[in-house]
């Protein structure tokens, strides 16, 4: 018997990848800077660094949703803020391809 199986683990969400997606969009569309490269591999690569730079914050619950929304407003914001605009700068001067 698999323990996967026995639980419902699609019921658990890492909220700050929400966040990170959302911030990352807003400032990559704010940016319109054409020497930023918008592929894929660069913009996973930039949602990674940002979310391995914060502290997960997970739910399993609507409660947590609850909670995890009211974040948008909140320190933990800004946080998200500051290091998606970490990522683009680093991936930007890194690029995954040449």
Sequence with gaps: MAFKENYDF???VNEA???VEEELG???EELADPSICVCQDCVLDMAAFA???LKPVYRVSLLGK???HAMD???YADDVRIVVDQ???KVHSN???D
């Design 66 to 68: 609850m909670y995890a």
């Design 26 to 28: 807003r400032r990559l």
């Design 51 to 53: 979310l391995n730079a």
């Design 17 to 19: 990848e929400r966040l």
């Design 87 to 89: 990522s683009i700068r």
């Design 73 to 75: 407003s909140s320190s």
């Design 95 to 97: 690029p995954a391809h």
């Design 10 to 12: 699609g019921i658990l």
